[in-house]
């Protein structure tokens, strides 16, 4: 199946700094990402969707000032975690759709300390 | 939009007995069901998907099944081993949309 690949996988950062996660199709093109957090024992959060070339769409409670979504070609869109704070720490996965099917990245654990 | 409910939350078997899992969603729109199986901090892996001219799809130990009039879809594990134990999401595409809304996820354990 098709491979996406996200960087980095685990990542621990001092508050008030910022982080940024990659996100990449390796063998194919994805006009449209998409960025989750997931929380402990629960499921995945759909945070934004990320098309190529265009602004991202952010749902509801997510703010866009603090999650930048950059999806500057069709393999790689980024994430970046702008003044992280504790509350931040979470894990976030990726995914790319390939026609109807979705591949997810690696995840990456944020711990803001 | 979609909203995907999955029950039940949690899930003890033990080896070698079935497992299922049962979802409902609420838009007849949507025509993709796929279940994910999530491993301790990994990623959500596809283990087998349906679509909405299907009733029934079977996969080895795996199975789901699909009505579309009460817009619910259940995933069955037969003769389970610990491996099976995971966290697994069931999922939903509406048509024409290119994200999927999942379920909250059943966290299945299964003991030798």
């Known amino acids: 199946g098709a491979v996406v690949s996200q960087h980095p996988s685990r990542v621990i950062c001092k508050s008030g700094t910022s982080v940024k996660i990659e996100c990449r199709s390796l063998?194919?093109?994805?006009?449209?990402m998409f960025w989750y957090r997931q929380f402990p024992k629960q499921s995945l959060m759909l945070m934004a969707t990320s098309n190529e070339g265009s602004k991202a769409t952010y749902e509801q409670g997510v703010e866009k000032d603090k999650f930048l979504i950059n999806h500057a070609s069709l393999t790689l869109s980024t994430l970046t975690v702008t003044s992280a704070h504790p509350e931040d720490s979470s894990f976030y996965i990726c995914?790319?759709?390939?026609?109807?099917?979705?591949?997810f990245g690696q995840g990456t654990r944020l711990t803001v300390v | 939009g979609e909203n995907v409910e999955q029950h039940p939350s949690t899930l003890s078997v033990q080896e070698g007995d079935s497992a299922v899992i049962k979802c409902t969603y609420s838009d007849s729109a949507s025509n993709y069901f796929p279940w994910y199986k999530q491993e301790l901090g990994k990623r959500p892996q596809l283990i087998i998907d349906?679509?909405?001219?299907?009733g029934e799809k079977k996969d080895q130990r795996i199975a789901v099944t699909l009505n579309k009039t009460a817009k619910h879809f259940s995933l069955h594990i037969t003769e389970t081993q610990p491996e099976d134990s995971a966290v697994y999401f069931c999922a939903a595409l509406l048509t024409g949309a290119n994200n999927l809304f999942f379920g909250t996820g059943t966290r299945l354990t299964v003991i030798p």
């Open positions: 995914s790319a759709s390939a026609y109807t099917e979705a591949f």
């Open positions: 063998d194919f093109q994805a006009t449209t």
């Open positions: 349906i679509r909405s001219n299907v």
